[in-house]
Structure formats: C-alpha cells, structure tokens
C-alpha cells in the first residue's frame, strides 16, 4: 500500500447475503442503485444504526452520509423519533381511517409553511410527484409536462424520461416499458437555459401543463440556479398558463420548514415532500393553495388514494422529526455543513486538485471537476466518475460511508459531531491523496 490506499474492509458477509438476495431480488435489491454497480465490490447489508454511525453484517462501522438518501436529518435512531413511533405502535399499525396524527402532521406543516394551504399524505416521493402531474393536467386541462435534464422526480412513467441532444427534445424514455405516447407528453429541457424554455412553451403553445423543477437539482450531482433562472420559470409559466411544481422531495425541510420555495422566496403553484417528512418511514406529500387543492377526489375530478396513506406509525415519526427540527437544529447545521465544506475547499485548492466542492444547506457534493459553477446535467463530466468510485472505496476503508454513485449528494444530519466531521476531514484527505497519485 505504498500509494496510500487502506487495506480493503471485510465483506464476507455482505457478500454472502448479497449471493442470496441475488436469488430473490433482481440484482439482488429493491432499489437500483443499492446494487453498488458504480463504486468497488459488494453492497454493504446494514444492521443497525445510530446517530450518524451504521453497522454493516461484518460488524465494520461508517459515518453516513448518505442517511437514507436524505430522510434522516436527525439521524439514525433518534430518541424523539424512536418513542414517538413507539407510541404509536400500542395502538395499531393501520385503520384505512382518519386519525389525529394527520392533522398533527398537516397543522405542523401548513402553520410553519407560507407557501401551501392545503396538503395530501402519500407513501413516497414518487407517489407525491406522479400525483401532483396529475392535479396540474387535471386543474389546467391540459397535458404536457416540462421537466429537466438531469432532475429526478421518482419512477412515475411520465417522469422517466430524459433529454436528447436538440434544445427542445421530444421525451425518449430512460426506462424499458415505458410506452412511448406516455414520453411524448413530458418534453425534457436543460436546465439554466432560458432559451430552452422559450422555445419549448413557443413549440408546444397552450398545451403545457406545468413545469417541474427539483427545488435545489440534486439528484445528478448537486445544480444550483441562480435566484434569476428560477423567477423566470416563474414568470414564464405564469405567462403561459403552465403551473410550477417545486419538487422538493430533498429539500423540503432540508433548507429549513419552507424549503427551497424560501430559498428563492418564490412562490411555486404546487409543491411535492417525500424524505424528511416521514422521519424515515414510507411518507410523501403534494401541497398547494386551496383552490388547486380543491380538485382533488373527494372535492374534485382528480382522483388520488392510498390504502396505507397517512399511515399513524409513518405520521408519529413525521411529527417527531418535523418537531424537532421546528425546535431550531437549521442553524447549527448549517454552519458546521459550512465549515466543513470550507476546510474540503481549503484543501482542494492547496493541493491543486481538480475537484469542487458544492453545498447548500447541509447538503453537499464533491465534483472532480474545475468549473467554478455546475448547472446543467451536461456539464458533468461522466469520466470523472472513475476518480468518485476510488475515493468511495477509500472512504469505506476509513469508516466513512457515501451514497455509491458519483452523481448522488452527500447528507450532514444533526448527529454528525464537530469530532465526526473531523475524522471525514481527514479520511476525504487521505482518500483524495490516492485519487489522485
Ligand atoms: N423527487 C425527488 C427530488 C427525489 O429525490 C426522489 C427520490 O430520491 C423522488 C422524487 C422519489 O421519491 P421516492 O424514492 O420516495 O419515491
């Protein structure tokens, strides 16, 4: 190990388990990118976790920073969260039925929310986002749908469909099975391209739905628009008629209770939640003024339901977290996200390495690039993904666990110490020494 780089973690058990679960799973998981198809060796089977620490099978522990793919703002195992589940649980998993906990969890939202009047649980962010499509098809008359290139907004079939090479492109699916009239309505664009969306409501006249956006783009690295780009897509669908559908499936209580729409103070017509909102249960939700809400089943034509939505179990956990944070944990969060980030920097630059570190909030990204600015999925560039698979496989042999996939952000919980951040400091270092030896 003269180059620098750690002898590699055990994984027999993982191994062993991901050898079976080959056998019931495709590709042996539930969710695709669990698979570790871009990073080095086998998934690690999680047993158990706690604050920011998880354990995999081997026993081998790992600072996460992954945290469920965001939900897990407080971290693994929160007290409050534990025992507001906990509760719960005395009284039944499931009634199909209203209770208390929903209005719990809306009045917690709507009271701390200038931007919703009215919400609607769900079990996922995929569920939120397909049904807030189907709420703004339903409340404009209209069908088409404007997303972005490189914006992810869960596995809906309208949704899984990303750009070609053109400035306007007619949707070609991303994903087998999804049929090809379904695309046709969901016209994909660059992000930060006025000129692209000028051309795609001119072509498309009177028939746009709404545009989707991710509030902060961070599901293909982390894109950051400018405060302008995004008043204009307001401004332009306002035009046009078009609804504008913040996703903020990530950054809905992740930049604070109002998200992103208070990011930029702007004011978007429909707003979707999923992640943090559950506290790590299955939970989702789409909200917007009482007016658009209004059309929803059973006020309106716009039919949405769910056997298991508003689940009490997934609402205590939601409250708990969501309370918790209400309590002030932004501001501390915040900062030492940002002090971390800086010393990345610091470092990055002293060694004149090509990487950049991007951050909102207590999200971040490290991008082995040296644009000063990445806006646009294009502008990633898909060979410097090599040098992300090296850095998570040194990582993971320093006890520190990123997201296995070069375009996905990393999440700094309130359980990540100033003495935690300190060991990632310097196991990143470390890493990023053999990166680039
Ligand atoms: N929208 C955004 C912005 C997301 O990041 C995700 C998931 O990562 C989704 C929607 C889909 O959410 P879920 O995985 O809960 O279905």
Known sequence: YNDGSK???????????????????????????????????????????????????DGNEFIDFCCSWGPLILGHNHEKVRESVTEALQNGLSFGAPTVLENELAELILQNNRYLEKIRF??????????????????????????????YHGHSDSLLVKAGSGLVTFGETSSAGVPKSFADETIVIPLN??????????????????????????????????????EYLRKITTENNALLIFDEV??????????????????????????????????GAYGASSDIMSYISPDGGV?????????PIAMAA???????????????LNSKTKDFVEALRRFVAAKNYKVKIFSVGSIFWIAFTDQEQIRAASD??????????????????????????????????????????????????ESLEVVFR
């Open 7 to 57: 002898p590699d973690i055990s994984r027999e058990k993982s191994t062993q388990l991901y050898e079976k679960a080959k056998q019931y799973f495709p590709g042996g998981v539930n969710s695709p990118v669990r698979a570790f198809k871009s990073v080095h060796g086998a998934p690690l089977f999680i047993e158990k976790g706690d604050g920011c620490r998880i354990w995999d099978a």
């Open 122 to 151: 769900v079990s996922s962010g995929t569920e939120a986002v397909m049904s807030a499509i189907r709420l703004a098809r339903g409340y404009t008359k209209k069908d088409k749908i404007i997303k972005f290139e490189g914006c």
């Open 193 to 230: 391209d006025k000129d692209a969306i000028e051309d795609a409501f001119g072509q498309f006249k009177d028939q746009v739905a709404a545009v989707i956006i991710e509030g902060i783009p961070a599901n293909n690295g982390l894109l950051i628009q400018e405060q302008e780009y995004v």
């Open 250 to 283: 990530i950054t809905g209580f992740r930049l604070g209770f109002e998200g992103a729409a208070a990011y930029y103070d702007i004011q978007p017509d429909i707003i979707t939640y999923g992640k943090i909102i559950g506290g790590g249960m299955p939970v």
């Open 303 to 311: 039919y949405q339901a769910g056997t298991l939505s508003g689940n």
């Open 318 to 332: 939601g409250i708990a977290q969501l309370t918790v944070l209400k309590n002030g944990v932004y501001k501390s």
């Open 380 to 429: 990633i560039d898909p060979a410097s993904m090599e040098k992300y698979k090296v850095m998570h496989r040194e990582l993971l042999n320093r006890g520190i666990y990123f997201g296995p996939s070069g375009y996905e952000v990393g999440f700094v919980s309130s359980a990540h110490t100033k003495t935690d951040l300190e060991k990632t400091k310097r196991a990143i270092f």
